[in-house]
């Protein structure tokens, strides 16, 4: 059965402004990196998402002071070897009730070779270059959490986490593959737009089958 783009859908109906967006890095070989925000199920329109102003500043991690360069649909930018990160809290402003405000932490990732998180929500290979990966949250695993998988072909299919907070991608064909998982979190939160009761954070990685 294949299914299409479950994810972080729940924010349709919690911020209309939001929607089913995701952040998300594509990397070839060494090249320089692109940073998007959009719906990686769909293709993407050639000026890019409608949203994709939102995205100004996300940040590297490890923090670098690399030029970000906006482009038609992406941010680029030129990081050293190796699997890249993003993170960013202020793409779209807290939404809701004054009293229940709700907002949005991205956390995007493209390489398999490190298997190890330095982001607080991240999704790592169990090893490198494996097609195993697990979902981290503040350094441990997060278990029985969807998880969606998207082909190079925009196959899509959503499947769980195991117990060890660990799940196998089908790997289908040669490609670029986005993996994506999304938490909620009712609470106390300060981000820097301002204080959230409610996070929604959203995490992703692409990786390349060659």
């Known amino acids: 059965m294949t299914i299409r783009y479950l994810a972080p859908l729940f924010l349709v109906f919690a911020a209309p402004s939001v929607g089913a967006h995701e952040v998300w890095i594509e990397r070839d070989a060494s090249g320089p990196a692109r940073i998007?925000?959009?719906?990686?199920?769909?293709?993407?329109?050639?000026?890019?998402?409608?949203?994709?102003?939102?995205?100004?500043?996300?940040?590297?991690?490890?923090?670098?002071?690399?030029?970000?360069?906006?482009?038609?649909?992406?941010?680029?930018v030129n990081v050293p070897a190796g699997d890249v990160r993003a993170h960013d809290d202020t793409v779209f402003a807290p939404w809701g009730e004054a009293t229940k405000k709700e907002g949005v932490a991205y956390y995007a990732r493209a390489g398999r070779s490190e298997p190890r998180a330095l982001?607080?929500?991240?999704?790592?290979?169990?090893?490198?270059?494996?097609?195993?990966?697990?979902?981290?949250?503040?350094?441990?695993?997060?278990?029985?959490?969807?998880?969606?998988?998207?082909?190079?072909?925009?196959?899509?299919?959503?499947?769980?986490?195991?117990a060890q907070g660990h799940v196998a991608v089908p790997i289908r064909e040669k490609g670029r593959y986005l993996i994506s998982?999304?938490?909620k979190d009712e609470g106390n939160f300060?981000?820097?737009?301002?204080?959230?009761?409610?996070?929604?954070?959203?995490?992703t990685t692409t990786f390349v089958v060659d």
């Open 190 to 203: 300060d981000t820097t737009l301002g204080a959230v009761s409610v996070l929604h954070s959203i995490a």
């Open 119 to 162: 982001m607080p929500m991240e999704i790592v290979p169990v090893a490198a270059g494996s097609d195993r990966f697990a979902v981290i949250r503040d350094g441990k695993p997060v278990k029985d959490t969807p998880v969606t998988v998207i082909s190079p072909d925009k196959w899509s299919k959503s499947v769980k986490t195991d």
């Open 181 to 183: 998982a999304s938490l």
């Open 36 to 76: 998007y925000l959009g719906e990686p199920a769909d293709a993407l329109p050639v000026s890019g998402d409608p949203e994709f102003d939102h995205l100004k500043a996300p940040k590297l991690m490890p923090a670098s002071k690399a030029a970000l360069t906006r482009k038609a649909g992406y941010l680029e």
